[in-house]
């Protein structure tokens, strides 16, 4: 089981970029996906996260400007950020608490590799 995250730039303030993670392997099922993101010299933090079912999370810092969503059919989650800033400039990583089809029934979190996203000012 891996996750790829792909869709991170450079962008200017003010300017939108939409991030995609997906989930590949032998997978059973997916509860939640999310986003975190690391700056320079700050801890990872999360972002947003969302369930099965659709219900989303968000950090005070990116509500009504970024959107989660997750097309379960694929595996795959997306991150829409707009009215971008350069305090958004991070390293973004995906992660999906997922079970796989053998090994052990319970859930557990994988992480994407992480992708950067810079914004300028």
């Known amino acids: 089981v891996q996750l790829q995250a792909s869709g991170g730039g450079s962008v200017q303030f003010g300017g939108s970029l939409r991030v995609s993670c997906s989930a590949s392997g032998s997978i059973f099922s997916i509860t939640a996906m999310g986003w975190y993101r690391q700056a320079p010299g700050k801890q990872r933090e999360l972002v947003a996260s969302?369930?099965?079912?659709?219900?989303?999370n968000y950090a005070d810092s990116v509500k009504g400007r970024f959107t989660i969503s997750r097309d379960n059919a694929k595996n795959t989650v997306y991150l829409q950020m707009t009215s971008l800033k350069p305090e958004d400039t991070a390293v973004y990583y995906c992660n999906a608490d997922l079970r796989p089809v053998s090994g052990s029934s319970i859930y557990t979190r994988y992480w994407g590799q992480g992708t950067l996203v810079t914004v300028s000012s």
């Open positions: 969302i369930t099965s079912g659709g219900s989303t």
